[in-house]
């Protein structure tokens, strides 16, 4: 396997050889995680792998472990197709939600990502405020956004939902309709489609991307199911996240359909996505202001005037609180790992002097 075509730089030769201790050591990535068990690429073909012991004691949580789309060193065992990993090299990008659930917990996505596509169905089910969540954490990961727009055969207005589309990705973000059905907007996604990169495929279920998946594999890799005739929306199909390798040396990811999407932290996420709402914001007579009531307030003035949407600032209100509260557990979390960590420190420490 040639893993400069999968992505491999110099940067990342540079981390493993300033780990590397071992000559039997070698470079791998991870194509395909399942309960704890890793499928990775290397040059000695492809490994099933698991973490070393060492390598589990160590790890506090979940974003510890290997995601798809890393980089790893691992101690092979080529005869008997298995190997070991000993170590994640540092990611570039990383896509990540909260974990379900009620505890503050970071799930990965995928890894290493250059350029996410947002694939978003152009039918009854297009989700403006969906999409801002999606480029939210897009912005968040480290990778480039770009919003692609599948079913394009089954819109009936498609200029003016692309309007509403560009409208909240600023004209920043690439937009690009695509159909599978007459192969209509593809060349609009070759340029992100470079030898070495990778792209992730994120939307939610139903959305065609196992099409779009097949479409740019140029076979039928992965299960499609025809959407249902009541209400135009694909059935779920894909059910794992895993790394596949296209014709031209690009690397895709294809990931399993969300069905809940919430946000885990962002720094610079919310100011990219929604960049009109922070810059009027500075406008405010108030540096405090909530843009609701306030006299002289610049964001509720440019919704009067029909500039921006209302939606947008609800949207904007909305995870700005999401992102609050997810900062609060993450705290606590912490807080309650830290005490963790003291009382096995104590622990340890009454052990030793018994003995």
């Known amino acids: 396997m040639n893993l400069v075509a999968m992505g491999l730089t110099e940067t990342i030769k540079n981390d493993f050889h300033k780990l590397n201790t071992n000559d039997e050591m070698i470079l791998g990535r991870v194509a395909l995680e399942h309960k704890r068990m890793y499928r990775v690429w290397t040059e000695q073909g492809e490994l099933l792998c698991e973490v070393s012991g060492r390598f589990s004691f160590n790890a506090l949580n979940r974003e510890d472990f290997p995601a798809v789309g890393d980089w790893v060193a691992l101690m092979p065992r080529s005869n ?25 917990q970071e799930q990965i996505i995928a890894t290493n990502i250059d350029t996410v596509f947002l694939v978003n169905s152009l039918n009854e089910d297009l989700n403006l405020r969906r999409i801002e969540r999606y480029l939210l954490l897009a912005w968040e990961s480290g990778a480039n956004p770009v919003i692609v727009l599948s079913k394009a055969d089954l ?169 609050a509260f997810i900062e609060r557990k993450a705290d606590k979390r912490a807080q309650a790992e830290v005490k963790k960590q003291w009382k096995n420190i104590n622990k340890q420490m009454k052990q030793r002097k018994s003995y």
Not at 82 to 98: D, N, V
Not at 250 to 260: A, F, K, N, Q, Y
Request: aromatic share 4%; charged share 25%.
């Open 80 to 104: 008997e197709g298995k190997g070991t990993i000993l170590a994640i090299m540092p990611r570039k990008s990383k896509f990540s939600r909260k974990s379900a659930g009620l505890t503050a």
């Open 155 to 323: 819109c009936q207005d498609l200029e003016n939902m692309l309007a509403e589309v560009v409208a909240i990705s600023l004209g920043g973000v690439p937009v690009i309709a695509v159909s599978a059905e007459t192969m209509t907007g593809f060349e609009e996604l070759e340029p992100f489609l470079k030898p070495g990169k990778t792209i992730a495929l994120l939307g939610s279920s139903g959305v065609g991307k196992s099409t779009l998946t097949n479409r740019l594999l140029g076979e039928e890799k992965q299960l499609v199911q025809d959407i249902r005739m009541a209400d135009d929306k694909g059935r779920h199909t894909t059910t794992h996240r895993e790394l596949i390798l296209l014709p031209n040396g690009s690397v895709l990811i294809d990931t399993p359909g969300m069905r809940e999407l919430q946000l885990w932290e962002s720094s610079d996420g919310l100011t990219e996505t929604f960049s009109e709402i922070e810059e009027l914001a500075t406008q405010c007579r108030y540096r405090d202001c909530q843009h609701k009531n306030e006299p002289g307030c610049a964001v509720v003035k440019a919704i009067e005037e029909g500039l921006i949407a209302a939606e947008r600032l609800t949207s904007y209100n909305k995870l700005q609180k999401e992102l």
